[in-house]
Structures are given as C-alpha cells and as structure tokens.
C-alpha cells in the first residue's frame, strides 16, 4: 500500500507544480522573441474571427493596432530596439533554469521559489511606475500586474509543501546517538 501523504507523495506534488510553473515561464518568455509576427497576428485576428472581441472592446482593438504599428515601424528602422525583447526572453529562460535547483532539491532550494515569489511582487510597482511613464494604459498595466499576482498563488503553494516537507522529513531523520 502506497502512502499518498508521505513526504514521497509531498515531493512528487512539489515537482508537478514546479514543472508547471517552468513551463509557463518559459512559454511567457518564448513569446518575447517573435513580437512581430505575434502582433500581426492578433491585430488581423482581431479584424477576423475574433471581431467580436474588438467590437466588445474597442480599446484593446485599437492598442493592439497601435502596439503592431509601433513594433513594425521599430523592426523597420531600428530593429535594434526588439533586442531588448530578446533580452526580456532570455531572462524568462533563465529564470525558468534556476527552478532546477528548487525541482531536485526543494528544501535546500527553496530560495528559488522565495525568490520567484519576490518577482511576483516586483511586477506590481513595475507595472505602476512604468505603465504610466510609457504610456501604456492602465488597463494593459492592470493585465501585466496579473501575471505577478497569478503566478505568486502557486509559488506560494510549493513554498508551503516544501515548509511540511521539511518539517516530515527532520520528524523522520535518525537522532544522532550521544557519543
């Protein structure tokens, strides 16, 4: 008979959520490296078959088409400028690599995720400060600031599992005997 609640089963838990929030980084990030034809992309969908999404909000029609012609005009003139979202990507995947540490050994790594968590955070007054200083509309801060708050919810899960895990595993550990 397996043991669902042991500190096997709270490890293997720990890893599946790990695994998925590196997948979700990683997709976040991979999406910074082909800006161009992404926004091409959702500006022609939003004319096409998700019209209906742009007639139910005009807004985030025309920031989108704002965003693709600024982007284009930037990949026309000075294409140095995306590798700045280049950057942003390689971050994300790096990122996503230090969640190794945490994956193979969550109690002694659990700074990584305590780390992530502080990211999560960070978002928020990035997204408050520079929203405006760019002037990207309050609304997009408001989705941008979402990915912090989103993402914090599982970290802060694994961090809790790996808090009992921990505590499982030091109640399990042998006492040294008195020398």
């Not at 800006?35 to 969908?45: F, G, H, I, Q």
Request: aromatic share 10%; hydrophobic share 55%.
């Amino acid at each position: 008979m397996s043991d669902t609640n042991g500190p096997r089963a709270l490890l293997k838990r720990i890893r599946v959520w790990l695994i998925v929030f590196v997948v979700c980084l990683v997709l976040s990030g991979a999406t910074a490296f082909p800006l161009v034809t992404e926004l091409r992309l959702l500006d022609s969908s939003l004319d096409g078959w998700a019209a209906p999404v742009a007639d139910l909000f005009p807004g985030l029609a025309e920031w989108i088409d704002r965003v693709r012609g600024g982007i284009e005009d930037a990949d026309e003139q000075a294409p140095y400028l995306l590798y700045g979202t280049d950057w942003l990507a390689f971050a994300h995947l790096v990122i996503a690599v230090a969640f190794y540490g945490a994956y193979r050994d969550p109690v002694r790594n659990i700074w990584v995720v305590e780390f992530g968590m502080i990211a999560c955070v960070g978002i928020i007054p990035l997204a408050l400060i520079c929203g405006p200083i760019r002037d990207i509309p309050f609304w997009w801060s408001v989705i941008d600031m979402s990915f912090g708050a989103i993402g914090i919810l599982p970290l802060h899960h694994v961090r809790r599992m790996i808090k009992r895990l921990e505590a499982e595993t030091a109640a399990v550990a042998p006492v040294a005997a008195p020398a």
